[in-house]
């Protein structure tokens, strides 16, 4: 990719596309740029119908789209081996590979689907329909306890350092963080919050997080 290509991002609103944010500043990826877009822009729907961030277009018009491809995309961009193989595991790490996809696979897809179904509607985000806000919250208590045990036994996801698993699992957990997983909830669940702090406060995650604040009491109508 020698010409300047763009990733669509809005990291405000949009927890998966903060580390594809935070990799290429980090690693100097001089040849993405990135822009801050609105999902709801002539421009970025005429482009991406699909309405979803974050998407790499290239100069060619080739398109990138969904945050684990990403992310591993940039992160082998990356001219730090070291902190690579960190990260994803090294190649000769096929378990440690498979469990860090593992653990991506189900924080950014069954559960922050499910957390943004039970958030989203309590907080404006998105229609409020009481039977399926309950539903999702079900389901999120459902998955939740995977993540609690482990990690009661566990310092991180899969091995002694913070890999792209955690970062991914952080980033997640940091949406309902934010709106609905409050103080009695972090009470109950101490070993997500010990990790949640800790990989927040990582090298990667320190400068975008550092300011990071919990909801304290969760809403159970819509604000």
Known sequence: MNEQAILYVNTSKYCRTVLPSIFIQRY???????????????EFKKLFPYQKVPVIRTADDKK???????????????????EREILLGKPEELWIQAEIIRWQSFANSDFLNELNNYAKPLVGLAPYDEKAVAEAKRRVDIMVPIFEEHLANNKYLVNDNVTLADLTAA??????????????????????????????KSDILYEFYKSFKFVEKRPTFPI
Request: overall charge negative.
């Open 171 to 200: 980033t997640c957990f940091s949406f309902g963080f934010t709106f609905v997983l409050d103080k009695e909830w972090r009470q109950d669940h101490p070993a997500i919050v010990r990790w949640f702090k800790d990989v927040i």
């Open 64 to 82: 990138l789209t969904e945050a684990m491809a990403i992310n591993y995309y940039l992160l082998n961009l990356s001219s730090n081996k070291e």
């Open 28 to 42: 100097q990826i001089e040849n993405i740029k990135i822009e801050t877009v609105d999902l709801e822009s002539p």
